[in-house]
Each structure stands twice: as structure tokens, then as C-alpha cells.
């Protein structure tokens, strides 16, 4: 039986850091890490962090039904769609007006398109509805508070590839950039009126997305990504399906600025140095300026 859908509208901000490492690579770019040329701040899409979740959330809740994840490594989507045709027994030669019963078998079944939605290319083929589903969990770009200044470093290895290399060569030389310190912020939504339309999205599904979230670093450890850390999880739950507030409004609230001597004596200000650990910056939310019907939490 179906969990009931959850009847609160909810936003998020999450402050996560990267120390000596590459949080995210760009493939077209040499796999230097990405970042904004007009301002120098580092990014982070929004495709990377809903792979640490999607992860994360396979691994807690591997085998059990209802959690398992439709966009994964090594499986083709249509053999997931597929698996929907064979347990409904609908023909998958003639499956029209049957939108509704594949949708929900979807959204039960696989907990990444209960909270992102999915584009779901054989339903998409067979021209039904129910192969673009709109999720109700989303995410924006992560950003790094301030600029960013990516060091690309010679390696060597003493392994050498291949026996005709090994005969005029003891070391191969190699490239690998790393940020040698970033603090990042993503914000994301989530909609209590597409969880009770669409997928479904439960109560249990919730705290399962917070927390995935707070520990997407914890068990995706890599020598390319140095020490990730989610620092803190901002959450802000309206009292109602479709909220109380702009979201704009409640993300203003959550300022994040330097800190060392610059709040006790402004002189030093100017001998800041470039930030190296979560403890050059002060975390603030202006829980005084939060509309009426919201409430905050924080986790961190």
C-alpha cells in the first residue's frame, strides 16, 4: 500500500566543502574543475550531487522493495521500463490506456523518480503520458562562496602501461587538478502538490532525501575528490501544500561570510587570507525575517 504523500512544501540550502580535491570535473575541459569564468566561483551541477543521493540511497536500501533506482550504472533504462510491461502483464505492443497504471508502478517502484521524476524513453516512444514524469524534489547548480583557484599537478607513476614503453622509460608522467579549498552552496526545493498529483513522494521518503544528503560524501570517497564534506542542511518547511513564501525570500535569509577578526575589529579585513577550512566562514540565518508559516531546521 502507498504511503500517504507529504502536505508540506519545503526549500533547502546545503553547505558542503571540498579540501584538496575535484568535486566535479568537466570531461570537456581536461576534467579541470568547473567553474564560472566571469566571477572565478567554482560549480558544481546538479546531476553530480542527485548521484551521490541516487547512491547513497542504493546502498541503505539495497533489496528492499520500493527503493531500488531507475537511472544506475550498467543497466539500460528500457530493461526497467520493461520489467513494468511484464509485472502489470500489459502488452507492450498495444499499451495504450494504461498511462495512470504504468506511472504509479514507476514511482512505487523506483524511489529516484519518486523524488526527481524521470524521462523514461520507451514509454516516451510508445507515446504515452507517463514517460516524462516531473519529480518533486529539485536542485540548482552548487556554487562555491567565493572564487576558486584550480592547481593542476604533475604526477608519476612507476607503472608504465605497456613492455615497449617499459624498455625506455621507469616512470609515465600524469595530470591531476584539485581546488585547494571550497565551500559550496546548493539550494533545492521540494513540491508537496507534484508529490500528491505525480510520484507520490512520502513522509518516509523525506527524511530518507535528508538523509542522503547529509551523508552523499560519506561513502562516495575517491583520490580524485580529495575530503568532501556536507557542513550544514538548511531546511525551511512551509505550513502548507503550496507554501507560505517565496522561496527567493527564504533562501535571502541564509548569509555565509567570511569570519576570522573581520566582525570583532574591521581594520583586519585586509589580512584575510584565502580560506582553507569551514571555520574561515560564519554561517547565519535570519530566523527573525522568516515569514509567518515557516518553520527552519537546521542539521549540521
Known amino acids: 500500500m502507498r504511503e500517504s504523500a507529504i502536505k508540506n512544501r519545503y526549500e533547502f540550502v546545503v553547505l558542503f566543502d571540498v579540501e584538496n580535491g575535484n568535486p566535479n570535473g568537466d570531461p570537456d575541459g581536461g ?103 516531473r519529480g518533486p524534489v529539485q536542485l540548482g547548480f552548487a556554487r562555491s562562496i567565493d572564487p576558486i583557484l584550480p592547481q593542476e599537478m604533475t604526477i608519476t607513476r612507476i607503472a608504465i602501461t605497456t613492455e615497449a614503453d617499459a624498455e625506455r622509460k621507469h616512470t609515465e608522467m600524469g595530470r591531476k587538478y584539485i581546488v585547494p579549498y571550497g565551500l559550496y552552496r546548493v539550494e533545492g526545493f521540494v513540491s508537496a502538490n507534484l508529490a500528491r498529483k505525480t510520484t507520490g513522494f512520502s513522509e518516509g521518503d523525506l527524511e530518507l532525501l535528508w538523509q542522503a544528503i547529509f551523508n552523499m560524501f560519506e561513502h562516495d570517497r575517491s583520490a580524485a575528490r580529495g575530503k568532501m564534506t556536507v557542513r550544514e542542511l538548511i531546511v525551511f518547511k512551509h505550513d502548507s501544500e503550496l507554501g507560505n513564501a517565496p522561496a527567493h525570500k527564504l533562501f535571502d535569509t541564509v548569509t555565509v561570510k567570511r569570519w576570522n577578526k573581520e566582525d570583532t575589529d574591521p581594520a583586519q579585513e585586509d589580512e584575510l587570507g584565502p580560506p582553507r577550512t569551514f571555520s574561515d566562514y560564519k554561517v547565519v540565518v535570519d530566523e527573525a525575517a522568516l515569514p509567518d508559516g515557516i518553520t527552519c531546521m537546521r542539521m549540521g
Open 31 to 133: 576534467n579541470m574543475p568547473r567553474i564560472d569564468p566571469e566571477t572565478g566561483q567554482g560549480l558544481v551541477t546538479d546531476v553530480c550531487l542527485k548521484r551521490k543521493i541516487r547512491n547513497f540511497v542504493e546502498m541503505v536500501k539495497e533489496g528492499v522493495p520500493g527503493y531500488d533506482i531507475y537511472i544506475k550504472d550498467g543497466v539500460p533504462l528500457n530493461t526497467s521500463d520493461k520489467r513494468a510491461y511484464k509485472e502489470l502483464e500489459i502488452d507492450e505492443k498495444n499499451p495504450k490506456g494504461k498511462d495512470e497504471e504504468i506511472r504509479d508502478f514507476m514511482c512505487d517502484n523506483f524511489y529516484d523518480i519518486r523524488t526527481f521524476g524521470a524521462v523514461m524513453t520507451t514509454f516516451v516512444k510508445a507515446n504515452l503520458n507517463c514517460g516524462q514524469v
